[in-house]
């Protein structure tokens, strides 16, 4: 019998899939069918920053015109009782799932400013929630803010929650820093239990007819996930904090990599998305038989046995390849 139990962010996990934020982690039904296929923890949704606060804004501006309208007693129309906010809506979503399911729940948050997030936070934490997941998705246009700005918005946030909420954080990261080495490092000494690599920044694309920028959201492929790999068999070893592969895993292939880079978990998304929950299964198996043709015991066992400190070739991690990879090149 393989033993595909993983430990991640202080829990004890049956096996390393975990699917990440997405619709499918938001709602009940599909989260208990991912948990029936064998999901061992999910990662709720984020509760974006920008939608709380235009919601504040949005109910300020209700309350206004209402004290302006009172002074005509028949316009006056007071708050909705049954009104939920965002955050509302949040918090019964986590109590919900951790009453009808077994797994841990990882709540996530979005956003970048620390006002507000404290409180957030503590109540994310209350409302039963096993860790979070902080999703700082940040593009710094601005030529006057520097790299060493942006990373202490993260490090100050991550800080500030550290100091009121005992839940383990782990920080979903995007690859766009000068030395991603150093800034794992640098919040594994802020607090983060974890950090999970890499975030997808989706890329805004251009309508040449109306010559509007419009959103667009692509699914990864396979091929994403070299680039995480390749960084966590870089750092595994160097740190100690939990860490979670993510974007680019859809084959148990990628999986296998991935763990044997040095993973904690597989975060999975696109590959759900398009297959359907029912996939875990699926996955699950083929890592299962991986191990076992391989004559491996324990996802424990392979864990970090093609990191950079263990590997065969670890100059192949870093810049003295490129010269052989560029060479190869249609020899
Ligand atoms: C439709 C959709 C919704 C997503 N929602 C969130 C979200 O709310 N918060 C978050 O941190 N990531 C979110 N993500 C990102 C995924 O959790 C994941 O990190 C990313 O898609 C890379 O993994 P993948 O290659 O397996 O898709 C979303 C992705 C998709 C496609």
Redesign the pocket.
């Not at 990440?20 to 619709?23: G, H, I, L, N």
């Given at each position: 019998m393989i033993d595909l139990s993983t430990e991640y962010l202080g829990l004890k996990l049956a096996n390393p899939l975990v699917p990440?934020?997405?619709?499918l982690t938001g709602d009940l039904d599909s989260a208990r069918q991912l948990e029936d296929a064998g999901a061992s923890a999910l990662v709720l949704?984020?509760l974006f920053e920008e939608a709380i606060e235009h919601e504040q804004k949005e109910l300020e501006r209700f309350v206004h015109s209402q004290a302006l309208g009172s002074y005509e007693a028949q316009s006056y129309q007071p708050i909705p009782e049954e009104y939920d906010s965002e955050l509302d809506n949040y918090l019964s979503r986590i109590a919900q799932f951790k009453s009808s399911l077994d797994i841990p729940v990882i709540a996530?948050l979005?956003g970048i400013s620390t006002s507000g997030w404290i409180d957030t936070g503590k109540e994310l934490q209350q409302a039963g929630a096993d860790a979070l997941e902080l999703?700082v998705y940040y593009i710094a246009g601005d030529p006057g803010i520097s790299g060493v700005d942006v990373e202490n918005r993260y490090l100050q946030l991550l800080t500030d929650l550290r100091e009121h909420i005992s839940i383990p954080v782990t920080m979903?990261l995007s690859s766009q820093f000068s030395s991603v080495a150093n800034m794992v490092s640098r919040l594994q000494q802020a607090g983060a239990q974890g950090v999970s690599l890499f975030?997808?920044f989706y890329q805004p694309d251009i309508d040449l007819e109306s010559l509007h920028i419009k959103p667009s959201?692509e699914?990864?492929s396979s091929m994403?996930s070299l680039l995480r790999i390749r960084w966590i068999a870089l750092i595994r070893g160097r740190v100690d904090l939990s860490i979670a592969a993510?974007?680019?895993?859809h084959q148990s292939e990628d999986i296998v990599k991935a763990l044997l880079v040095g993973a904690d978990v597989t975060?999975?998304?696109?590959?759900l998305?398009r297959k359907g929950p029912d996939h875990i299964a699926v996955l699950k198996q083929q890592l299962e038989h991986w191990l076992q043709e391989h004559e491996y015991e324990s996802v424990e066992q392979m864990k970090g046995s093609v990191s950079q400190s263990c590997a065969i070739n670890p100059a192949a991690l870093e810049h003295s390849n490129y010269m052989h990879v560029i060479k190869s090149y249609g020899q």
């Open positions: 990440s934020s997405s619709p949704p984020s996530s979005n999703n979903k975030n997808r959201l699914l990864s994403e993510t974007g680019g895993f975060h999975l998304c696109s590959v998305l």
